[in-house]
């Protein structure tokens, strides 16, 4: 796994508030967020995988463009890199808990980007079992509802 | 005794006269008989797979999953450059511009493809359209979604993508599509059974060399394109998966 990096206030646009989240792995890192809200591209697919601990093993190019992270720098980091401190814990290890009884998991989640923007999209995650084994999890976002996207917001805020 | 061919029912009408080139390639190719068997629909299509009497499938996305999963079909090439997409329209003169402008209890025409089904609805979706929300129209085939559409007796189409990009121009500029689809990873798939895969173990080389020679490359044009790409296991599982994650 790579090395945490801390988000830089040269690649914030625009004014930016600032946090510290420590993750379920007990690394800590520097988060930089604005409150804009980057639309969800029309008719397309954010897919990425990761191995059985969380760190990403691939991305589609959708995710690219909406994340605003290289490949490079996506590949073998932790998913978590893209958590929005605005999510609540509790949101995330149901998640976990789901996925890992090779159940599938639904929900709507607000992701930061490199730039401090974000995003809401409705996702999926899956389970890839093979022979019988889980050896990986595939995520795939699409638009959200509108509607679901004001209740989360909402609802989010009082899980904390 | 002779091997089955089967094609998804989704084909486009002008290539079907390619699958019997197909097939007479085949058969010629390997000294095999192999029969081509034509479903119009794909509930006609789901028994035969059930009932085991596909050998040779070239077979939609949704399928595909239970192909591999359940019948141990083995994946051996897909259509170069041609994944499944799906497309919204709507007639040029209704009102809604986007998809979140339309309502509850819209009437939405589609044809009986699980595939472009699933994605269409995925794409209502942001409209808080679910299927309990529309009113369905289905209809024999594309063309009949467009008059539907153009005669105002539906508010929007389910397309395949390339169904519709080969409308005549005179229905299309009738048309206006709210949105795409760019999912690129979805595709239709040639999957063999073990059991013919077993006596024809050169076949994944000689659908991909298929384009060397004039009948070969003949054919492939008559189902609309230039060659096929190897899929592997590995690969196959993902778009599955993928699929998967879709059909909640
Ligand atoms: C396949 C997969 C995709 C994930 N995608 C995201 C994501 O897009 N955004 C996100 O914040 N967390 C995502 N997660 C969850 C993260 O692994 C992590 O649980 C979350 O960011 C919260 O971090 P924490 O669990 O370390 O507190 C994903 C997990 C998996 C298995």
Redesign the pocket.
Known sequence: MKELKDMRPEDMRGDYQETVLT???NRARRVLYTQEEIPYPEGRLIV???DVT?IITHVNQSFVDMSGFSTEELMDA???I???PD?P?AA?KD??DT?EQGKKWFGY?K?LRKDGAYYWVY?T?IPNVRDGQIVS???VRRKPSRTKVHECETFYPTLF | MSYKLSVSPDYNPEQLSGWFIFNTWLQKTFGQAVHFDVYDDFSGQRQAINDNKIDLIYANPYDAGVLMREKNFVPLVCPHKKTDEALIAVANKHLAQNVEELDMGCRVAYTQDPSVQMMGMIMLEPADLNKNDVRPILCENYILIAKNLIKGQADVGFFLTEAYDHLSNLVRKQLRPLVRSQIFIIHHTLMIHPDMLAKMPNLQQALLEMPKQTTGLDALHNLGFDCWDAIGQEEMEFMIDVVDTLRS
């Open positions: 993750y379920a792995d990425s995988t990761t969380g932790p998913h978590y893209l958590r929005h999510m814990p995330f998640l976990w996925i989640v992701n996702a995650v999890y595939t995520s």
